[in-house]
């Protein structure tokens, strides 16, 4: 199956800064997500975006379907981003049966 | 967006009682929803594929008569997880299609975390 390796693991950061968090995938895809699962375990979906760039607020995301990556850009970080960000895709038709990646855990400090 | 509810959020059994999790989707109707397992500090992993009006589909490795599902209705699956053991102790949570700005988007419900003692 497809394969989701996300980068960094782990990252701690000072309130302000600014971070960017990696997704490789091993295939095409038709679907690729990404998520912020907060403490409580819910998660946000945060972009649709199997290509292309989008913005929403202090977030922004790119991926470049023909190189398999994908990169979220998290800009003045606040303490409330902490928590896992998830990538995950769909290589098949469905758009909804998602392969996830490991996640990345950030901390972000005051 | 498509709102996904998940009931109940938490649960405690004891060993050898079997436990019913309801994924509802609120604002839409869903013939496929998914079910996913989640470990402390791990990734989701899939469960299985639930099919409005016809048998769920089983990843590999997981047990269909452990984990019973029903999808009798286009908002309602439902997961139960049958005597259940304290290896069954983790985060389900389900999810199912929707639509949202810019295309289709998999959402997904608040999880409800299982400890079976």
């Known amino acids: 199956g497809i394969q989701v390796e996300q980068s960094p693991p782990d990252l701690i950061l000072q309130e302000g800064a600014n971070s960017t968090l990696r997704c490789n995938f091993s295939?095409?895809?038709?679907?690729l997500q990404w998520f912020h699962q907060n403490p409580w375990g819910q998660l946000i979906n945060l972009f649709y975006?199997?290509?292309g760039t989008k913005q929403n607020g202090r977030l922004s995301a790119t991926t470049v379907a023909t190189e398999r990556y994908s990169l979220l850009y998290i800009s003045s970080s606040q303490t409330t981003d902490s928590g896992v960000y998830f990538c995950?895709?769909?290589?098949?038709?469905?758009?909804?049966?998602?392969?996830f990646g490991k996640g990345t855990l950030l901390t972000v400090n005051p | 967006g498509a709102v996904v509810s998940q009931h109940p959020s938490w649960v405690i059994c004891k060993s050898g009682t079997s436990v019913k999790i309801e994924c509802r989707s609120l604002?839409?109707?869903?013939?496929?929803m998914f079910w996913y397992r989640q470990f402390p500090k791990q990734s989701l992993m899939l469960m299985a594929t639930?099919?409005?009006?016809?048998?769920?589909?089983?990843e590999q490795g997981v047990e269909k008569d452990k984990f019973l599902i029903n999808h009798a209705s286009l908002t309602l699956s439902t997961l139960t997880v049958t005597s259940a053991h304290p290896e069954d102790s983790s985060f389900y949570i389900c999810?199912?299609?929707?639509?949202?700005?810019?295309?289709?988007?998999?959402?997904f419900g608040q999880g409800t975390r299982l400890t079976v003692v």
């Open positions: 295939d095409s895809v038709n679907n």
């Open positions: 604002d839409f109707q869903a013939t496929t």
């Open positions: 975006i199997p290509s």
């Open positions: 995950a895709v769909d290589p098949g038709g469905s758009n909804y049966k998602l392969t």
């Open positions: 999810s199912a299609g929707g639509v949202s700005p810019g295309g289709g988007s998999a959402f």
């Open positions: 639930s099919n409005e009006g016809s048998k769920a589909t089983y």
